[in-house]
C-alpha cells in the first residue's frame, strides 16, 4: 500500500517514492551495497500492506553482469534480474530492452524504477520481504503489464535433471521443450533445452518481436539444460532459441523436442498443448491380446500426403480409414510423419523429431486420424528415422557451436550416400533423446509398431565407407557397437513401456539376431536388437528378380523363388513390396512382369497370391493394390483414375483391387497362413523342385495342424490333370481363391467345388488330387 505521505504531488504526478527511483543516478551505487552477482532469490511473500518507503540508491546491474546479459553469455540472469533481499532491502532489476520505463507493481505498491541505459531498470526498496510483483513495461505510448519472469525458481526438479544426466528420461519430451504450464500460481510457457556447450542460451519468437535479447535463460548445473518460465505466452507462439556458440558467434535455432512447427519451409517452432479426447479405449485395451507374430498382419503402405493429394489429416481420417477396412488390411504403415524441411525427401531426412508434419494440419489432427483408423480396427505403423539427420543450419547440425547429435569424428559423423549426419549413438544424451521419441509416438499419438529405417547403416562403422575411411571398433570389428546398444535399449524400453506395440528393422544384410530378444544370447554370444519383425530382403529382391524373367527361361531360376524358405525361420519376417520397389526406374509392380498387358496383370496377381500365402507378414505400397502401371510420384500419388467405371477398366485395374480384397479376408480368415508364421512346423514343401513346369506347391499349418494348400503355376499355359500330393487325412479340397477368376481380371480356369484325393503316392505323400492349373496364377485349397 502506499504510504499516505507519499501521495502524489500536484506538480508531477509522482509519489516521492517513485521519484526518488528515478533520480537517483546509478553511478551513486556504493560497492558494499551492490547484491552478489549470483546470489540465489529468497522466498516471496505478499507486499505489506502499509510499506514505508525509504529507498536509498539505485542498485544497477554490475559491469560484468551487464555485458554477459547484452551479449547473450549469462549462465544465470535470474541470480541478477528479479527482486533480491540486499542490504538495505529488497533489489529489483530488469532488463527490457527497448523499453522507455519500467514499473514495479505489487498491491497497492507502484514503484517505476531508473533507467541504466541499454534496456536496463533498477531499484532498491526499504522492504524486509521480496514481495510477489508484476511490472509495467512502457514502449513508446504502449504500457505492457506482465509477470517478471525472473522471479519464478527452476520448473524442472532434481529427479528430472538427474535422468537428462543419466540419459535415463524415458519421458524427456515432458521435461525439455516447450510447455504451456501454471508455475508458482502463474500461466505462461516454460522453455528447456540442451546445449551443453553453449555459453549462452536466449529464447526469443513472436512474444519479443525476435529479439532474445530481454529472455536469457538459465543454465542447470552440469546437465547441460537451459530453462526460463516466460509468463502470459501460451499455446500458438512462435519460437526459436538464440544460442552463443563457444567462440562467441550466435545461431538461431529450432527447438530439438518442438511438439508442432511451422509449416515447411517456415522453420520455427511453435508451443503446443493437446486437447484431443481419445476415443480408442477397446482397441488399447487389448492391442496386446494375441503377439504380433501369431496374429494377421497385412500392411497398406502410405504417403500421407500423396496418398489423396491436398488433404489434410482430418480430411484423411474421413477417407483413409473407410478404403483400409474396405480392402481387409490389419495395419497402415505411414512413411515418415515427422517434420521435414524438403517433401521429395518422403519424410526421411527429419529436422523435428518430435513433430507431426505441420504440411498436413496440428499434432491433434494427426492424433484424430490415428484415432479414427483405430476405431476402424486398424494398426497404425509409423516409419521412423533415427540414422540420421540433414545439416540445415536452424536445426540439429552443430547445434551449440560444437557435434553434439552428430558424434565427434568427422568420419562417423557424415553418412556417405545422403549428404546427412549420422547421431552419436554412444553419448548418453543423445541416446535418450532417440529412445523417448520412440516412446513419444507409442504414448502420445497410440502409435502400434516404428519401422525402423536404414538399420543396416546403423550398425556397420564401415557402411558405404573404403578402407580408410573408417576406423573399427575396439575389439577390431566393424560393427557399430554403441549403435548395438542403442537400438537393444530403444527395442527393450518400447516393449516394456508399450505393450502390444511391434518394433520392425528395414535391415538387409544377415546380422545375427535381428528379432531376437535383447536378454537372449546368441550362437555369437551377444543378445539380439530386440526387434519384433524385420523386412525381409532377400526374399523380395529374389522373387521380384524371379518375375521379371520370361517364363521361358524361369526354369533356370527357379531357386530364387525356393531360397527364402532356407532362411524363412531365422528371423521373424515382413515380406515388403514398398515405395522404394516402385521408384527411381524400378517401374510398378505390374510392369516388372513381362509380357503382354494380360500377362502382365496375371502376373502381378499370381505373385500376390503366393505372397501372402508365404510365410512372413505382408506390406504392399499404395497403388500396387490396383496395379497401377505408372511409377509412384509423391508429386501426384496413385492413379485413382484407372478405378473409375467410365474409364472401363473394371477388368484391368478393379479386378486386382478386388482380388487384393479378398486375399486379405481369405487371409485374416485362414489361421494356417498367420497363426505359425515363425514356427518351422507351419509350413511343408509339397513340391518345391517342378522347375521345368514353374510350379511352387506348399501346405500351411495351424496350430491344430489344419491345412491350407498353396499352389502357384507362373508359366502362361494351362496345365490340366496336375498330380499334387496331400495329406491322406482330408477326405476332400476345396478351392477358396484363384488368381485367374473371371471377376479379377482372369481367364476363369477354375476347379471343381469339391476335389477329392486319390491314393497313390504323389510328391512323396500317400495320397494326392488332380488339380487345373491356370496360366499365371496362384490357386489357395482348403479341407472341404
Known amino acids: 500500500m502506499t504510504s499516505k505521505k507519499s501521495a502524489p504531488s500536484k506538480k508531477s504526478g509522482k509519489t516521492k517514492a517513485e521519484r526518488k527511483v528515478r533520480e537517483t543516478p546509478a553511478t551513486q551505487v556504493p560497492p558494499q551495497q551492490t547484491p552478489p552477482a549470483r546470489e540465489a532469490p529468497a522466498p516471496e511473500v505478499p507486499a505489506p500492506e502499509a510499506a514505508v518507503l525509504e529507498v536509498a ?50 498491491g497497492d505498491l507502484r514503484v517505476e524504477l531508473h533507467d541504466d541505459g541499454d534496456g536496463f531498470f533498477s531499484g532498491l526498496l526499504s522492504l524486509t520481504e521480496v514481495p510477489v510483483h508484476r511490472l509495467l513495461v512502457t514502449y513508446g505510448d504502449r504500457v505492457h503489464e506482465t509477470e517478471d519472469a525472473y522471479r519464478f525458481l527452476p520448473t524442472l526438479g532434481e529427479l528430472d535433471l538427474h535422468l537428462i544426466g543419466e540419459g535415463r528420461h524415458e519421458q524427456l519430451w515432458q521435461a525439455l521443450g516447450a510447455h504451456v504450464t501454471t508455475h508458482q500460481g502463474v500461466s505462461g510457457t516454460r522453455f528447456a533445452v540442451w546445449a551443453p556447450n553453449a555459453r549462452g542460451v536466449r529464447v526469443t519468437g513472436g512474444f519479443s518481436h525476435w529479439d532474445g535479447t530481454g529472455f536469457p535463460m538459465r543454465s542447470l548445473g552440469s546437465t547441460g539444460v537451459w530453462e526460463l518460465f516466460v509468463p502470459g505466452i501460451g499455446e500458438g507462439e512462435l519460437y526459436k532459441f538464440e544460442i552463443t556458440r563457444p567462440d562467441g558467434s ?53 504417403h500421407l500426403p500423396s496418398w489423396r493429394p491436398g488433404l489434410t489429416y482430418r480430411q484423411l481420417a474421413e477417407q483413409l480409414p473407410a478404403y483400409v477396412e474396405e480392402m481387409g488390411f490389419t495395419h497402415v504403415e505411414l512413411m515418415p510423419v515427422a517434420e521435414h524441411p524438403f517433401g521429395g525427401s518422403w519424410g526421411y531426412q527429419v529436422t523435428g523429431f518430435y513433430a507431426p508434419t505441420a504440411r498436413l494440419g496440428t499434432p491433434d489432427d494427426f492424433k484424430y486420424l490415428v484415432d479414427r483408423l483405430h476405431q476402424a480396427g486398424i494398426g497404425v505403423l509409423m516409419d521412423w528415422v533415427p540414422a540420421h539427420f540433414p545439416r540445415d543450419d536452424w536445426a540439429l547440425a552443430e547445434f551449440d557451436g560444437r557435434p553434439l547429435y552428430e558424434h565427434h569424428d568427422p568420419l562417423r559423423a557424415a553418412h556417405p550416400d545422403w549428404g546427412t549426419l549420422e547421431f552419436d549413438f554412444g553419448r548418453r544424451e543423445v541416446r535418450n533423446f532417440l529412445v523417448a521419441n520412440a516412446v513419444y509416438w507409442c504414448e502420445e499419438f497410440h502409435i502400434d509398431g516404428l519401422r525402423v529405417d536404414a538399420v543396416a547403416s546403423m550398425l556397420y562403422l564401415d557402411y558405404s565407407r573404403e578402407p580408410g575411411q573408417w576406423t573399427p571398433n575396439e575389439h577390431g570389428g566393424r560393427e557399430n557397437l554403441d549403435a548395438v546398444a542403442f537400438l537393444q535399449e530403444m527395442n527393450a524400453t518400447v516393449y516394456r513401456r508399450c ?47 524371379y518375375m521379371s524373367h520370361e517364363p521361358v527361361h524361369r526354369k533356370y531360376h527357379h531357386h530364387e523363388m525356393t531360397f527364402s524358405m532356407v532362411y524363412a525361420y531365422s528371423e521373424n519376417y515382413v515380406l515388403p513390396i514398398s515405395h522404394d520397389e516402385v521408384v527411381h526406374g524400378k517401374r510398378s509392380l505390374v510392369s516388372k512382369m513381362p509380357g503382354d498387358w494380360w500377362q502382365q496383370r496375371a ?21 500396387q493394390e ?21 474409364y472401363g477398366a473394371e477388368a484391368d485395374h478393379r479386378g486386382v483391387r478386388d482380388l487384393v480384397r479378398d486375399l486379405n ?22 513340391t518345391g523342385d517342378a522347375a521345368d513346369d514353374n510350379v511352387f506347391a506348399f501346405l500351411r499349418l495351424d496350430a491344430d495342424g489344419t491345412p491350407l494348400l498353396a499352389v502357384s503355376h507362373l508359366a502362361p499355359v494351362v496345365r490340366h490333370d496336375y498330380p499334387i500330393g496331400v495329406p491322406d487325412d482330408v477326405p476332400a479340397w476345396v478351392e477358396v481363391l484363384n488368381t485367374d477368376a473371371g471377376r479379377y481380371g482372369g481367364g476363369d480356369v477354375t476347379n471343381p467345388e469339391v476335389i477329392k484325393p486319390e491314393h497313390g503316392p504323389r510328391h512323396g505323400r500317400p495320397a494326392g488330387i488332380r488339380l487345373t492349373l491356370p496360366p499365371l496364377a496362384t490357386v489357395w485349397l482348403r479341407p472341404a
Request: cysteine-free; proline content about 8%; overall charge negative.
Open 603 to 623: 502376373g502381378h496377381r499370381a505373385y500376390l497370391g503366393y505372397m501372402w500365402a508365404h510365410p512372413g507378414k505382408q506390406l504392399l505400397f499404395m497403388g
Open 626 to 646: 490396383f496395379a497401377q502401371g505408372t511409377e509412384w510420384s509423391e508429386a501426384h500419388g496413385p492413379d485413382w483414375w484407372l478405378l473409375d467405371p467410365s
Open 57 to 106: 540508491v539505485s542498485p544497477a546491474v554490475d559491469a560484468g553482469d551487464r555485458e554477459r546479459l547484452l551479449h547473450g553469455t549469462h549462465h544465470d540472469p535470474h541470480a541478477v534480474l528479479g527482486a533480491h533481499r540486499v542490504p538495505g532491502g529488497v533489489a529489483f532489476r530488469a532488463f527490457r530492452p527497448h523499453a522507455t520505463a519500467v514499473t514495479v507493481v505489487s
Open 499 to 545: 505393450p502390444g506395440v511391434v518394433t520392425i528393422a528395414e535391415e538387409s544384410t544377415a546380422w545375427d539376431g535381428v528379432t531376437r530378444p535383447t536378454h537372449h544370447k546368441g550362437p555369437s554370444g551377444s543378445g539380439g536388437l530386440g526387434f519384433g519383425l524385420k523386412w525381409n530382403m532377400g526374399w523380395m529382391h529374389d522373387s521380384l528378380q
Open 250 to 302: 550466435r545461431t538461431l535455432r529450432a527447438d530439438p523436442l518442438a511438439r508442432r512447427t511451422e509449416v515447411p519451409p517456415a522453420t520455427s517452432s511453435i508451443v503446443h498443448a493437446s486437447h484431443h479426447e481419445w476415443g480408442d479405449a477397446q482397441w488399447m485395451a487389448h492391442r496386446a491380446d494375441t503377439p504380433v507374430h501369431e496374429a494377421p498382419f497385412s500392411v497398406y503402405e502410405v
Open 665 to 686: 479376408a481369405r487371409y485374416r480368415a485362414a489361421p494356417p497362413l498367420w497363426q505359425r508364421d515363425t514356427d518351422p512346423a507351419g509350413f511343408q514343401w509339397i
